[in-house]
């Protein structure tokens, strides 16, 4: 019998492959398996078997000579917003469709750099904009968690959270070591909770943005979803640094942040906000933010009550600012450069029909909302007076981490996970109410990391979120392995999705 | 605020996204909500305060000026729909 290489998270995998005890070659064969077993997920839009492959025998090479690299070998999955030299990058977007990048990310780039490989490109929400995985071009994604209903599994298919939900699905379903993923109000953040996988957002400017697509410039933000806290902070070292790509990048030494994990956390001040304590929120999430304050108290964190007052006004102001940004970053997809083009009458019959056919419904709301808090007459009213209101929700945090607190601890979702289908069909604004304690990060440019804490009643997964001071992530990784110390293992169902 | 069919039909114009008769109803409808639901943002009191530029204070980084890429015209044009040369064609637009 073999034995099941897609079961070693990304630093047993890096270590067996430095202690030769199997070869790269036989790790991207056991992932290439797993990636075609599980289609019925979708988790993949395009799988790049041959190119994994050959990098791997590159890897075997490095490794027989002893010039490994620090993620030689190691198979990862790419969301479908890197572009990627050669291989298609659609952004799960009709208007998209067919466009092959002749240029590499800058993050990815550093991934393949430092050794690892692409086994290909994961589905998210088109462009980025959802919260389930719902609104991609190409069909959700599924995620291999399922609901226990007396007992037994019901057949109704869950949501892995979105817009990673290609990433998320993936890295919980052990159909690749790790992935990239991106996160503008929580598409990092919300699916890991949702899948019970570990992802961080790491501080605005920390990774560069050049070469993934963008959706809103001054939210979004590169990072890692992975299967345990030492395995992002492996994979972030090697996605963050500065790009003069990217004059939005910052440039500040990348920490080796895998000495984190494990660090004491004894003395640290954790802030906790009363004002994440919503109306409606699960009584089961209550629970679990309560259990995780108990965790990080019994590991000598100090354990303090704070206020963020504005913090209700952070999900509104984001949906001013986050279309704004939208509606001008997608004014490219115009028929003429890259992907789908329709004739119409004139140029702008050509422009209107272009984009009525490639973009989706959601990214229309959106692009539309956008055009309109942008126009004359409203432009004060509704972008800049969302942006003063994003100055307050950033002075808040200020003032928090001016006290000495260290890191404020929130759960990272009101709910757990939903079916497909379930939710935001009648009203746009009921999905949107899923991101509530995430967006606040994103609109004050913080780092947050996402870790599982537990299993709601019906068996899903539910995670506690862990919000850091600007280009603190380190101590976002200790906490977070504190965290996972104490959260009781949460198990998988055994894989009903492979054919 | 909210929005009335005309303005929807402005919105769709500005954004360049042509739509049929029959959606803008709906379209309407859909906005208003996310209107209505940003509307309590008029009531929080922003006197002089400075609307957020960037969200940590950085230095813009200049760099010489100089060219430093180029020559890659027909990787530029790669994924173009409709192309003649090394150029984008585009529907006649001067008479």
């Known amino acids: 019998m073999t034995r099941d290489l897609t079961r070693l998270t990304l630093a047993a995998a890096r270590d067996g492959l430095l202690a030769k005890r199997f070869s790269a070659r036989e790790l991207a064969a056991a992932h290439i398996a797993a990636v075609e077993q599980a289609r019925a997920l979708n988790a993949y839009l395009v799988e790049t078997p041959d190119l994994a492959l050959k990098a791997a025998e590159d890897s075997d090479a490095r490794l027989a000579r002893g010039d490994a690299r620090p993620l030689e070998g190691l198979p990862l999955g790419v969301k479908d917003l890197y572009c990627t030299n050669g291989v298609r990058t659609t952004a799960a977007s009709r208007i998209l469709e067919g466009f092959v990048p002749n240029y590499e990310s800058t993050v990815t780039a550093q991934l393949w750099r430092d050794g690892a490989l692409m086994l290909g490109k994961l589905n998210l929400d088109e462009f980025a904009m959802g919260s389930s995985n719902e609104t991609s071009a190409f069909g959700p994604v599924v995620s291999p968690w399922r609901r226990r209903k007396n007992g037994a599994f019901d057949d109704a298919r869950i949501v892995p959270g979105g817009s990673s939900g290609g990433s998320a699905a993936a890295v919980a379903a052990h159909l690749c070591l790790g992935a990239t993923a991106t996160d503008t109000g929580g598409s990092i953040r919300q699916p890991a909770a949702f899948t019970g996988t570990v992802g961080i957002k790491p501080t605005y400017g920390r990774c560069s943005r050049w070469g993934v697509v963008a959706f809103a410039s001054s939210l979004d933000q590169a990072g890692p979803i992975t299967r345990d806290v030492r395995d992002a902070a492996i994979m972030l070292r090697s996605m963050a640094g500065h790009d003069p790509k990217d004059t939005t990048s910052v440039d500040l030494p990348v920490p080796d942040y895998e000495k984190s994990v494990g660090a004491s956390v004894r003395g640290k001040k954790i802030g906790i906000p009363k004002e994440y304590r919503v109306d409606g929120m699960a009584a089961e999430i209550d629970a679990l933010w309560t259990q995780g304050i108990e965790w990080l108290r019994a590991a000598g964190a100090e354990i303090v009550d704070i206020s963020l007052p504005n913090t209700r006004h952070a999900l509104p102001a984001y949906y001013i600012v986050a279309p704004a940004e939208a509606s001008s970053n997608l004014a490219r997809y115009d028929g003429v450069r890259y992907g789908l083009r329709k004739p119409g009458k004139d140029i702008v019959g050509m422009y209107e029909n272009t984009r009525a056919a490639g973009f989706g419904a959601e990214v229309r709301r959106r692009v539309m909302i956008g055009a309109y808090v942008l126009s004359a007459g409203y432009y004060d ?98 906490l977070g392995a504190a965290v996972e110390q104490a959260a009781p293992k949460i198990e998988l169902p055994d894989a009903w999705w492979a054919s | 605020m909210s929005v009335d069919q005309a303005t929807v039909r402005r919105i769709a114009h500005l954004a360049r996204i042509a739509v049929e008769d029959s959606e803008v109803e709906h379209l309407r409808g859909e906005i208003n909500a996310i209107l209505a639901f940003v509307e309590e943002l008029a009531d929080v009191d922003v006197e002089g305060v400075a609307p957020m530029t960037s969200v940590i204070p950085m230095k813009m980084k200049m760099r010489v000026d100089e060219v430093t890429d180029g020559d890659i015209a027909q990787d530029v044009v790669a994924n173009a729909p409709e192309r003649e040369d090394n150029f984008f064609v585009v529907p006649k637009v001067v008479e």
């Open chain 1, 381 to 478: 009213a509704y972008y800049v007076r969302a942006q003063r209101i994003r100055t307050l929700i950033k002075r808040d945090f200020d003032i928090a981490f001016h006290a000495g607190v260290d890191a404020i601890l929130t759960p990272a979702t009101p709910s757990p996970a939903f079916a497909i289908g379930e939710k935001g069909a009648a009203d746009p604004v009921e999905m949107y109410l899923n991101d509530v304690f995430t967006v606040t990060v994103n609109m004050a440019g913080l780092p947050g990391l996402v870790v599982p804490g537990g299993m709601s009643s019906d068996g899903l997964p539910l995670g506690l979120q862990l919000i850091g001071r600007p280009f603190e992530e380190e101590t976002l990784f200790a």
